[in-house]
């Protein structure tokens, strides 16, 4: 049984850092991509950064240049460095890996920044 638990999300100023982590748990195999999702309110679920097992990333056109992704095969772990951070960043963020045959999702993890 599979599951990704979240962590790193809080409050933060305009123009702070935050760093997010998310690990799976149980067994996981044949992993093509692991990434973030973040959805503010009233808003559609959008994919803010993404990496696949080969180490190939995309990024959401609003947080090139601020985010980076980052992955830890050996420890079913991807993290999100999220720097200068704006308001319209506010969200609930969501750990997501894809496997040949499925995928699993985190629970969620509030990001506010706020001054």
Not at 6 to 29: D, H, K, Y
Not at 74 to 95: F, R
């Amino acid at each position: 049984q599979v599951q990704l638990v979240e962590s790193g999300g809080g409050l933060v100023q305009p123009g702070g850092s935050l760093r997010l982590s998310c690990a799976a748990s149980g067994s996981i195999v044949s992993i093509n991509a692991m990434g973030w999702y973040r959805q503010a309110p009233g808003k559609q679920r959008e994919l803010v950064a993404d990496i696949t097992s080969g180490g190939s990333t995309n990024f959401a056109d609003s947080v090139k240049g601020r985010f980076t992704i980052s992955r830890d095969n050996a420890k079913n772990a991807v993290y999100l460095q999220m720097n200068s951070l704006k308001p319209e960043d506010t969200a609930v963020y969501y750990c997501n890996i894809r496997t040949v045959f499925r995928r699993y999702w985190g629970q969620g993890t509030q990001v506010t920044v706020s001054s």
